[in-house]
Structure formats: structure tokens, C-alpha cells
């Protein structure tokens, strides 16, 4: 009987994760166990879906409780697109990544449009969906932080209209 390997003794392209909580949805169960069991190796805790549907009430009952978002684009009932939106407008900041098998110009434009931050092609590597989701997660806590250092400076000081200043 031969072994599939997910992980060799030289992990060392692979970025691991610190424990954040990933929301993976994928309509095919193989492929989300697959990746629960991959994330998982990579210090992720996975939250997996078949349903894009029941994935968004889990979302919306603990939208806090997840650093990431990982979604089919093509899916029945609802689209990754769909689902990315709705996320969105319950939480405008989570990083959110699109795999699909094919991935079509207007695809492409229509995830900088929604704000995904990365779309990968299926199959694609570990190292990549590694990468990619350290660079989504990374950037999230920066646009956070700037938030954050941003609000008390706005709140103390506000800015004299032009039409006052002229006069």
C-alpha cells in the first residue's frame, strides 16, 4: 500500500500560522476535509463547510471569532461571490480567499471589486495557500492597527472648514 505525504520532513517554505481561526468553505467534502487536515498542520484551526449557507450563519452568530475566510468561488445555491459579499458587510475587514479550478477574466474583476484579497487555482500548492493566507492575515492586523492609532488622533481635533480659514 503506498502513502500520500502531505508534509515532508522539510516544511521549511511552509508559513505556519499562530492559531487563527479560518472559515473554510468548499462544496466538495473531500477537498474540505483535505484542507481542514492541511491548515490544521500549518497551526491553523479550521471551521469547515460543504454549505455556503449554513457557513454564513456560523459567520454571523460569531463573526469575530474568525482571522480569515477561505471560499469556492463556484458553489450551488450560493457563489463565493455571494457569500463574500454578505461576510463583507458583516465584517468589511476579514481577509477573504477565493480557490477555484478555473478562474475567468470577469472572475478576476470581480474579486478586486468585492476586495478578495487572493484568488488561488486549484490544486495549488501548500507553500501558496501558506503564503497567500499569512500576506491576507498580515495585512488585515496592519489595517487594523492603523485604524486603531488613527481613531483617538480624529477624535481630539477636528479640522476648521475652508470657507472659515478664507475669511
Do not use: W
Not at 457557513?55 to 460569531?62: M, S
Not at 471569532?65 to 459579499?85: K, N
Not at 475587514?93 to 474583476?109: A, F, Q, T
Not at 503564503?131 to 491576507?136: G, P, T, V
Amino acid at each position: 500500500m503506498r502513502r500520500i505525504l502531505l508534509f515532508s520532513r522539510q516544511e521549511t517554505s511552509y508559513r505556519h500560522g499562530q492559531g487563527e481561526h479560518i472559515l473554510f468553505i468548499d462544496d466538495e467534502i473531500v477537498i474540505a476535509q483535505l484542507m481542514v487536515t492541511i491548515l490544521s498542520r500549518l497551526s491553523y484551526r479550521v471551521t469547515a463547510f460543504n454549505d455556503p449557507e449554513l457557513a454564513l450563519l456560523a459567520f454571523r452568530k460569531e463573526p469575530a471569532a474568525y482571522q480569515a475566510v477561505i471560499t469556492d468561488l463556484s458553489m450551488p445555491h450560493m457563489s463565493g461571490f455571494d457569500l463574500a459579499r454578505a461576510i463583507r458587510k458583516i465584517s468589511p475587514d476579514i481577509p477573504i480567499l477565493m480557490s477555484s479550478g478555473y478562474v475567468k477574466r470577469e472572475d478576476e474583476l470581480a474579486a478586486k471589486a468585492l476586495g478578495i484579497d487572493e484568488i488561488l487555482l486549484k490544486p495549488d500548492s501548500i507553500d501558496r495557500l501558506s503564503l497567500a493566507l499569512q500576506r491576507a492575515i498580515r495585512k488585515a492586523k496592519a489595517r487594523a492597527t492603523c485604524v486603531e492609532v488613527a481613531d483617538p488622533g480624529e477624535s481630539q481635533h477636528a479640522e476648521t472648514p475652508p470657507q472659515e480659514r478664507d475669511s
